[in-house]
């Protein structure tokens, strides 16, 4: 009996070093470090159209490796504020840009990060691109992510505000080409 009692105590033991072990290695934990990005830049104006570009640096801040399994930009615009322009956003890495929308999965190891580049594309609707932006507001984005690491999988998302004094200013400076 006393050996069955002294075994259970060692797996008792046993048991709490673990938990103790696993529940200190931590996890992954992102961000968005939105008030560090890039001012917004025209990469490319017609009459109709204008496309700006920022670039947003993120962090892995966490003490374990984690995947961003998806990632994208929701643009707030609604037309009751500014029905002008039809907006479109969209995401890439900055390490391999992308056109499509498509956000390749990534694994970002411990205390690293990297870039991506967002695109916002500013349709008229009717007239001059030039003379419609004069007249912008102000327009939230936010910054939407899936991660995967050692806990349940998290959607989590980071806003960032286009504002209509950069789109000024941008289309000022006309258009970088990148």
């Known amino acids: 009996m006393n050996f069955l009692v002294l075994l259970l105590v060692l797996i008792i033991a046993a048991a709490v070093v673990i938990w103790l072990y696993v529940a200190r290695q931590g996890d992954a934990e992102f961000e968005f470090i939105v008030d560090q990005r890039t001012d917004f830049r025209l990469t490319e104006l017609t009459a109709g159209q204008a496309v700006f570009s920022c670039v947003v640096p ?3 801040k966490g003490t374990q490796d984690g995947t961003i399994m998806d990632c994208y930009p929701r643009h707030l615009l609604p037309r009751e504020q500014f029905d002008a322009v039809k907006v479109e956003s969209r995401l ?3 390490s391999r840009l992308r056109d499509d929308g498509y956000f390749e999965a990534l694994i970002v190891p411990k205390t690293t990060g990297g870039n991506v580049v967002l695109t916002v594309v500013l349709t008229v609707r009717q007239g001059d691109i030039r003379a419609t932006l004069a007249e912008m507001v102000d327009m939230s984005l936010d910054i939407v ?3 995967v690491a050692r ?3 998290y959607i989590h998302k980071q806003r960032l505000v286009m504002t209509a004094e950069e789109i000024t200013r941008a289309l000022s400076a006309g258009p970088t080409g990148a």
């Open 58 to 60: 993120f962090v892995n």
């Open 92 to 94: 890439a890495l900055e």
């Open 145 to 147: 992510y899936q991660v």
């Open 151 to 153: 806990s349940r999988w």
